[in-house]
């Protein structure tokens, strides 16, 4: 399958400005052949923490949502993208609720007094409809940690054109357990929408490719580029294999990344170096309840 990957600036709360970069990447990606475009995380509202919990309307977000459904249906092609989502009220464990749940709710409606914004991907097929929602669960920096709360819910896997797949978000990827997370429900591709600044280039050319190798499948990692709000970000883009090997990379500009992906290279690293049917974690788990001086 060819994968498109879409790094580019976007205009923080400049919704029509996002959205025609968004078309203009899915038609050139449908026309070269790809079958899915991802986009970097939050792209769709501009990557502002902070600006988007005061001024982003919720009430807004499910036009938005259908507007990215109607291009992945004209353009012919899947689509992820990331934006903001309430999440659903959340009660202590005292009081009988169940954890927090991590699939939006369209956003309609302010969140409730008790709740706040998860950072979301979704994950449309050409036909517009959404075959997977994630919700990020590693949030980074203060003004995340200030504009946002995290999920609990691990990564989901679905069937996409014949390649298991799955999502995390930007911060998510850099913990090694959220990978082998999707990879041990049978992931073949992780799509990671991100954010990701300036100065942490050991990310993309080293993690990325470090995490998929150890859970032995294609990773995909979007990112902004230039200036947005008080960040700037590094680009950097990159598609790795399950062999850890660089299938595409973009540098700091603007940059339509294009990657074949499939399942037989996934299945080659698996039964070449067995890690995922190997692990122990039973015997993990136990180190790590071990009193660390024995």
Same mark, same amino acid.
């Given at each position: 399958m060819l994968l498109a990957v879409l790094q580019a600036n976007a205009k923080v709360l400049d919704v029509e400005a996002n959205?025609?970069?968004?078309?203009?990447? +899915? @038609? *050139?990606?449908? @026309? #070269?052949?790809?079958?899915?475009?991802?986009?970097? $995380?939050? =792209?769709?509202v501009g990557y502002a923490p902070?600006?988007? &919990?005061t001024q982003?309307?919720?009430a807004t977000l499910p036009g938005i949502r259908e507007r990215l459904a109607d291009i992945a249906r004209r353009r012919g092609i899947g689509l992820v993208y990331s934006l903001p989502a309430v999440a659903p009220q959340q009660l202590t464990p005292q009081q009988g609720v169940a954890p927090r749940q991590t699939t939006h709710d369209g956003g309609a409606g302010p969140a409730p007094a008790d709740s706040g914004w998860h950072i979301t991907a979704t994950l449309l097929d050409a036909?517009?409809? $959404?075959?997977?929602? %994630?919700?990020?669960? &590693?949030?980074?920096g203060a003004e995340e940690h200030k504009a946002f709360v995290g999920a609990q819910a691990p990564p989901a896997v679905v069937d996409f054109n014949g390649i298991r797949t799955?999502?995390?978000?930007?911060?998510?990827? !850099?913990?090694? !357990?959220?990978? *082998?997370?999707?990879?041990?429900?049978?992931?073949?591709?992780?799509?990671?929408?991100?954010?990701?600044?300036?100065?942490?280039?050991?990310?993309? @050319?080293?993690?990325?490719?470090?995490? #998929?190798?150890?859970?032995?499948?294609?990773? #995909? %990692?979007?990112? &902004?580029?230039?200036h947005e709000d008080i960040y700037?970000?590094?680009g950097g883009s990159v598609v790795a294999g399950p062999d850890g090997s660089l299938l595409a990379? #973009?540098?700091?500009?603007? +940059?339509?990344? =294009?990657?074949?992906?499939?399942? !037989?290279?996934?299945?080659? +690293?698996?039964?070449?170096?067995?890690?995922?049917? !190997?692990?122990?974690?039973?015997l993990y788990a136990a180190w790590d309840h071990r009193d660390p001086g024995t």
């Open positions: 959205l025609r970069t968004i078309e203009d990447a +899915a @038609q *050139r990606a449908s @026309q #070269a052949g790809a079958a899915l475009l991802l986009t970097p $995380e939050l =792209f769709p902070l600006r988007l &919990h982003l309307d919720p036909n517009g409809t $959404e075959l997977l929602n %994630y919700a990020k669960v &590693h949030l980074f799955s999502m995390l978000i930007c911060y998510d990827v !850099e913990f090694p !357990e959220a990978v *082998r997370a999707a990879a041990t429900r049978g992931a073949e591709l992780l799509l990671v929408p991100t954010a990701l600044s300036a100065g942490f280039d050991n990310v993309p @050319q080293v993690l990325i490719r470090a995490r #998929a190798l150890e859970s032995q499948l294609n990773v #995909a %990692y979007a990112n &902004h580029s230039g700037n970000f590094l990379a #973009a540098g700091e500009s603007d +940059a339509l990344l =294009f990657a074949e992906v499939g399942t !037989e290279t996934v299945r080659a +690293a698996r039964n070449e170096v067995p890690y995922l049917r !190997e692990r122990q974690p039973e």
